[in-house]
């Protein structure tokens, strides 16, 4: 065989990161030793994998070809060491690191039960989880920096694979002491009136909410746009205006009393969450087992509120 299985860790890794520096520390050599063992894996085929731009290494086309297939060999290779380890009484089975990206509203009130779910029958296992907008999750999954992502948004991308995971509820929400309140619905000229708090655009919650109000977007009032939930949250019940947000994150609210929901009838409010994955990504025991786990209706972690 004509190349190493370190040489392909260098190559993901400066790929993953742009930069021949911060893939040398990710795999604790020095940039020297990283620098040659990339240098070599080209050189023994004479091919470039890479274009410079300035400290930046970008993979070129070759390099997007040669990326996902060196992915998969890599995986298999510590497959076969986890499978090996496990015969030998080390830890095995489905041990390993997942890399798991998730939009705000999925990240901070659903992945948690999830991963406490998967680490419990995968002892051994880790996995690092990224919270960003439906655009940055898509982009780690599509150059491989991300194994799956858990989104909220509509995506069309011909290099993924996505797919309906469960569904959920936007809810228009106010503080108690707004007048919409005391309102038993809201109808076309309330919602044209008001002063909005949205997600940002990108993100699902924001698309989900476009789609709902397609016909009355030109007349309503944003006043702020904000990237997280909390914020959002806060700037409503201080009288800044109503928001709109998934009803997973304001359940707790509206049992307390401190924000209340606002019916909105004759309105589409209903939207799925999605699971997404590179067409080209090899699905090792590692994801297959994760995939399958959030094909469940998790249960909530000990001492998490109803």
Excluded at 17 to 43: D, P, T, Y
Excluded at 107 to 129: C, F, K, R, S
Aim: hydrophobic share 40%.
């Amino acid at each position: 065989m004509r190349y190493t299985l370190r040489q392909l860790e260098v190559f993901l890794a400066t790929a993953h990161h742009e930069n021949i520096s911060r893939a040398a520390e990710e795999l604790a050599m020095s940039q020297s030793a990283a620098s040659s063992a990339l240098k070599e894996f080209e050189g023994q085929f004479n091919v470039r994998l890479f274009d410079r731009a300035g400290k930046r290494l970008l993979l070129n086309e070759l390099g997007r070809l040669v990326q996902p297939r060196a992915e998969a060999l890599l995986e298999r290779a510590r497959e076969l060491e986890r499978l090996l380890a496990a015969q030998g009484g080390g830890e095995g089975g489905a041990a390993g690191t997942l890399k798991v990206g998730a939009t705000l509203s999925i990240g901070n009130y659903l992945a948690t039960d999830y991963i406490a779910a998967y680490l419990a029958e995968n002892p051994g296992a880790q996995v690092e989880l990224q919270i960003a907008n439906t655009a940055q999750v898509v982009e780690g999954v599509s150059r491989f920096k991300l194994d799956v992502g858990l989104i909220e948004g509509e995506v069309h991308h011909p290099e993924l694979e996505i797919s309906r995971w469960r569904e959920d509820e936007l809810v228009v929400f106010c503080a108690p002491t707004h007048p919409y309140a005391r309102l038993p619905a809201l109808g076309e000229e309330h919602l044209r009136a008001a002063t909005w708090i949205l997600r940002e655009r990108g993100s699902g919650t924001r698309q989900a909410f476009e789609r709902a109000m397609h016909g009355l977007l030109p007349g309503l009032r944003v006043l702020l746009e904000l990237q997280h939930s909390e914020a959002i949250k806060r700037a409503v019940q201080a009288g800044l205006g109503i928001g709109c947000l998934s009803e997973i994150i304001l359940r707790e609210d509206f049992a307390r009393g401190t924000l209340v929901p606002l019916p909105v009838p004759g309105f589409d409010f209903h939207r799925y969450f999605y699971v997404v994955l590179h067409r080209q990504k090899y699905r090792s025991a590692v994801l297959e087992r994760w995939l399958e786990i959030c094909r469940r209706e998790p249960q909530p972690a000990v001492g998490a509120s109803p």
